[in-house]
């Protein structure tokens, strides 16, 4: 499929960058190279909404609100040249915070690594390690579902299949963990957390097949068919959500 630059680096930013909020409170290495932080980053690019990175005692927060503080300013000059950065393959412009530098250059590019580690994971690592694949599933799933907002609400296709979902909350639920997916006016936001009385809910059984369903081995029909991925609810709303998701796997593939 084609890509466009502006979605992309929306997911980018707002969907694989805003997981390190999540990849901080699952991975105690993360947390470790953030213990005693105090820098905040505010990336901004042309006609993406920006986003502000909180490093602070061993936890990291992601801001949308466009007056959080920041005390590192990070622009580009538009979204080709975030997505190329987050390639590696193009710096970004310090507009804000030079002390801040050192701290860009070694803790935020480790934990850049530690979080890709976790999205592209080794399979022999999956395999020998229950508690590692749990946190690259759980991580997976919230680029997954962050990166589904964006794809709604600037690609043209995906504004299609937004329109069609009526006003309401879908449930996630992957086991003890939860996602709100908020449907207002054809616009899609996500909140960390169950809602009580959801409008629908998707319900995987396992790790395993949220692993199997977001990785592409296993297909979500078939599971459906034989009950390891239970719908319910306004069906109607997952199944347009489903084409949201498909969209998505192509961005981030």
Do not use: W
């Not at 890509?3 to 992309?8: C, H, Q």
């Not at 920041?70 to 987050?86: D, I, K, Q, Y």
């Not at 003890?176 to 616009?187: A, I, P, Q, S």
């Amino acid at each position: 499929m084609q890509k466009d630059l502006k979605v992309l680096a929306a997911i980018n930013l707002h969907a694989i960058l805003r997981t390190m909020e999540d990849l901080c409170e699952l991975d105690s290495t993360a947390a470790g190279l953030i213990h005693g932080a105090k820098t905040s980053i505010r990336f901004v690019i042309p006609e993406i909404k920006p986003m502000v990175l909180d490093f602070r005692n061993g936890q990291c927060k992601a801001h949308e609100d466009a007056g959080a503080s920041a005390n590192m300013s990070l622009r580009f000059t538009g979204p080709e040249h975030f997505n190329r950065m987050v390639d590696g393959q193009a710096n970004p412009i310090p507009t804000r915070g030079f002390s801040h530098i050192g701290f860009l250059k070694s803790t935020f590019t480790q934990l850049a690594e530690r979080l890709t580690a976790y999205l592209k994971p080794d399979p022999s690592e999956l395999a020998a390690d229950p508690e590692f694949k749990r946190s690259s599933t759980l991580l997976t799933a919230y680029v997954a579902f962050f990166a589904l907002a964006q794809v709604a609400e600037l690609d043209p296709l995906g504004q299609v299949n937004a329109s069609r979902i009526a006003d309401g909350n879908i449930l996630i639920q992957l086991e003890d963990v939860g996602l709100t997916l908020k449907v207002r006016d054809h616009h899609i936001s996500v909140e960390k957390g169950s809602c009580e009385r959801p409008d629908a809910t998707m319900h995987f059984s396992s790790i395993d097949v949220a692993n199997g369903i977001l990785s592409g081995t296993m297909d979500s029909y078939a599971c459906i068919g034989n009950g390891s991925l239970a719908i319910s609810g306004t069906v109607p709303m997952v199944d347009d959500l489903n084409k949201l998701l498909a969209q998505v796997s192509g961005y981030l593939s």
